[in-house]
Structures are given as structure tokens and as C-alpha cells.
């Protein structure tokens, strides 16, 4: 029995300090949700109330009313899966031929798209900006989606996930008469679901939570993103606390749902294989 007791004080501090760690974390979700029920009264009480008097719908219902922001989610929801879908597309097919092709430069190339992960996106902005406005996609999902999907971070995440994957598989499959997409498409990619499953959610929350791009290229209401829309009703009720706090909580709600569906994904699979190749 000694030996059971010998760790429970340290195992207890642990804990403390995980439920410490989460309150600390959850504490301003908690509070934005319980403000959108609130009065100002109640807000600007001190101490400030934790639970809401009485559960008041009416702050959702001017929210929506100041910024259309089922339009906004569903935009932000296509932009978010659009840029998404090209960056897995992208990385893996990107990261297949570093993986497993032999071929000139091939380390300087590699290392030359990574050292692109330096240089702030601030910095290329004006430059995607005028592309857009030449090709006239302002105001589309194209111009939203389109920049997005060639990251360097994925291609890396990629290349280091299906290095994992032992070469012997990949000669043998070749020998059996499969060819290079027939392999990449049947056999590598469901060996690294995990993977690919937490880059999916990483490049997800990364494109719902953009602001400046959405800002420049969008200029009607109904394209803008919900990041956008709430800058918007903050500015229409800068006053309303409970108004903005509204608006918050109907905007975190999805990518909360996304983050509970692919936790198991984002645990298993991030930075799986990395200390390989």
C-alpha cells in the first residue's frame, strides 16, 4: 500500500493544476457566452456575475438583425473548406514526390519552399491583391480560396508524415505492377488518415479565423466572412456588449464543433513521423 501512496501528492498537483490550466482557458468562453444573455447592468456589475439573471434571446435576434451572419458563416464555411481541400490536395501530392521520387535539386527545392514559411504573408499581400484585381475575381470565392492552398507547412507535415511509410512498401507495390497514383492514392493515403486528419482541422480553424484577406477582397456584404461581420457589429453597436458578445458566441460555436469532432485526429496524427527523414 506504501507504494500506491508513494506518487498520489504529485499526482494530485497535477490535476490541480489541469483544472486550473482548463478554468484559466475556458474562463472567456464562458464569460462571452453568459454576456449574451446578460444586461449592461449585469456586465458592468462588480463582481461580475458568472450566470446570467434571466436567459434573454433578444441580443441573438439584434445581432442578426445588425449583420446577416448566417451569410457570413457560410462563407467563411466555403472559404474554409476550399482552402482545406487544396492544401491537403496540394501537400500530399507535393509531399509524395519528396517523399519517395529521386530527382535533381530535389533538396534544394524542398528547402527553398520551406524557407518561404519565413517570409510574412504581410509582406505578399499587395501582390496577391493586384493578381486578383487583374484576373476581376473580387467579390468571389475564388480570390478568397485560391492564395490559401499552397502552404509550405503542409507540404512538410506531408512529406514528414508519409516518411513514416516504409520505403519496402512502396518498392514492393511497384514490383506488383501498381503505378505511382494508384499506391499514393490506395495505400498511402489510408495509411496516413491520422495525418492528414490533423491538418485538416489545422488548416481549417487557420482559414476561419483570416481577417485581413477576406477585408481587402471582399467588398459587398453578402461575401464577407464572420470575422469581418463581427468587426462590423462592433462598429454598428460598439456600446452593446451583450449585442457583440451575441454575435461571438454564434461564431465559435462551429469551429468549437469542429475542434470536439477532430480532437481524436489532431492528438493522434500531429507531428506523427516527424523526427523522421
Known amino acids: 500500500m506504501k507504494i500506491k501512496f508513494k506518487y498520489l501528492p504529485g499526482k494530485i ?3 490541480l493544476l489541469r483544472i486550473l490550466m482548463a478554468a484559466l482557458i475556458l474562463f472567456p468562453l464562458w464569460f462571452a457566452f453568459s454576456a449574451s444573455f446578460m444586461d449592461l447592468n449585469e456586465i458592468y456589475q462588480r463582481p461580475p456575475n458568472l450566470l446570467p439573471a434571466s436567459f434573454q434571446l433578444q441580443y441573438y435576434q439584434a445581432a442578426l438583425r445588425v449583420a446577416p451572419l448566417f451569410r457570413y458563416l457560410l ?3 466555403i ?6 481541400s487544396g492544401q491537403i490536395i496540394l501537400g500530399s501530392l507535393a509531399a509524395f514526390a519528396f517523399a519517395f521520387f529521386n530527382f535533381k535539386g530535389k533538396q534544394i527545392i524542398f528547402m527553398s519552399l520551406l524557407a518561404t514559411m519565413m517570409i510574412p504573408g504581410e509582406s505578399i499581400i499587395i501582390s496577391n ?4 484585381g487583374d484576373l476581376r475575381w473580387q467579390d468571389t470565392f475564388q480570390a478568397l480560396i485560391l492564395p490559401g492552398t499552397a502552404s509550405a507547412l503542409s507540404l512538410f507535415f506531408m512529406r514528414q508524415a508519409f516518411l513514416s511509410t516504409p520505403r519496402e512498401l512502396y518498392d514492393v507495390s511497384k514490383i506488383d505492377g501498381c503505378n505511382n497514383f494508384r499506391f499514393f492514392l490506395q495505400i498511402l493515403l489510408p495509411l496516413s488518415k491520422a495525418k492528414i486528419g490533423a491538418l485538416a482541422i489545422y488548416a481549417y480553424l487557420g482559414a476561419w479565423n483570416q481577417y485581413l484577406w477576406p477585408l481587402l477582397v471582399t467588398n459587398r456584404s453578402q461575401m464577407r466572412t464572420v470575422q469581418i461581420g463581427i468587426g462590423m457589429l462592433k462598429n454598428s453597436e460598439a456600446l452593446q456588449v451583450n449585442l457583440v458578445m451575441a454575435g461571438v458566441t454564434i461564431i465559435l460555436l462551429p469551429s468549437i464543433l469542429i475542434f470536439f469532432i477532430g480532437q481524436k485526429q489532431i492528438l493522434s496524427g500531429a507531428f506523427s513521423g516527424a523526427l523522421k527523414g
Not at 79 to 84: N, R
Not at 129 to 132: D, K, L, S, V
Open 13 to 15: 498537483i497535477k490535476n
Open 75 to 77: 462563407n467563411s464555411f
Open 79 to 84: 472559404m474554409s473548406v476550399g482552402i482545406m
Open 129 to 132: 491583391y493586384m493578381t486578383i
